[in-house]
């Protein structure tokens, strides 16, 4: 009996040990966008702009279409972000005729449930809160986010489908088995789960992946002249939020993005690639994860 395979798309897949090792994480990551959908109430797709929430979007394609996301975009708003990130995220989602929800720390700050010591410090940690009150809002069980494992020593404890006390606390101690790929998804009112579909991938995957499928990005992540600080061996972006602190000289590099954070604890790194096949061979021999 002659069997014939087909893939996620209804193409022949034809000798399965010539499918690449990124064929194999994207099967991997839309297997698992489809158990949200088929065993969350209410899941959520967390977008930011960033190149890894930008796959997140096309894994979710691939996986959904031709009919729309069986869940709504939403981004946890510092109000430190880069312009270029946030002009990028409203037109990326518009050309998906997606559904995008925003929510503010700034709003956080106003209800007084966010206390900062200055107004310049960094909010990286404060959307922690605001994801909370967002949660209890919308009643989401499920968060899906872009966080891999290689990013940093935390991640690297999580389990795919990442389990949330009624609290909201994270307990690596308290995680339930992933054996096979099976997934327990129960929750309790108030609880609900982070579901991370690229946990496995690296930052060389992404890169290669957005090279494959053509995937635009905020601008920042290229090569581009900024003017920044040289402080503590790394360049400081010089912005009304981070200011050259006294007896320090701006200088206009040639840099780029690896990631696109806060931009009160977001530096760039030297850099001439101005494509994804030339960040590629920058990333595969660097020695410093991107949160470095």
Request: net charge negative; hydrophobic share 40%; with cysteine.
């Amino acid at each position: 009996r002659h069997i014939v395979r087909f893939d996620f798309q209804g193409k022949k897949m034809g000798d399965l040990s010539a499918r690449t090792h990124l064929d194999w994480l994207e099967s991997e990551a839309i297997y698992i966008l489809r158990e949200v959908a088929a065993e969350c109430e209410r899941p959520v797709l967390l977008f930011s702009g960033g190149k890894d929430s930008v796959v997140l979007l096309r894994l979710a394609e691939k996986a959904f279409r031709p009919a729309g996301f069986p869940f709504p975009l939403m981004h946890i708003d510092t109000g430190h972000n880069f312009d270029e990130v946030i002009r990028f995220r409203d037109k990326h989602v518009a050309a998906l005729g997606e559904k995008l929800i925003v929510r503010s720390v700034e709003d956080s700050i106003a209800r007084g449930t966010v206390v900062l010591r200055r107004p310049t410090d960094s909010r990286n940690a404060a959307q922690a809160t605001t994801l909370l009150e967002a949660i209890e809002e919308f009643g989401f069980d499920a968060c899906i986010g872009g966080a891999r494992r290689d990013e940093e020593k935390a991640r690297a404890k999580e389990r795919v489908f990442s389990f949330r006390n009624e609290f909201g606390q994270w307990d690596p101690k308290a995680q339930r088995p992933e054996l096979w790929s099976l997934f327990n998804t129960k929750v309790h009112k108030g609880e609900n789960m982070r579901v991370f579909p690229i946990s496995n991938w690296t930052e060389l995957d992404v890169w290669q992946y957005i090279a494959r499928e053509g995937l635009d990005l905020p601008s920042i992540y290229y090569a581009h002249e900024r003017e920044v600080v040289p402080r503590n061996g790394l360049f400081v972006p010089v912005t009304e939020l981070t200011p050259p602190k006294a007896g320090e000289q701006p200088e206009v590099r040639m840099v780029r993005f690896r990631t696109v954070g806060d931009i009160s604890c977001t530096c760039p790194v030297a850099s001439t690639a101005s494509t994804p096949l030339e960040i590629i061979a920058e990333t595969a021999i660097t020695t410093i994860t991107e949160r470095g």
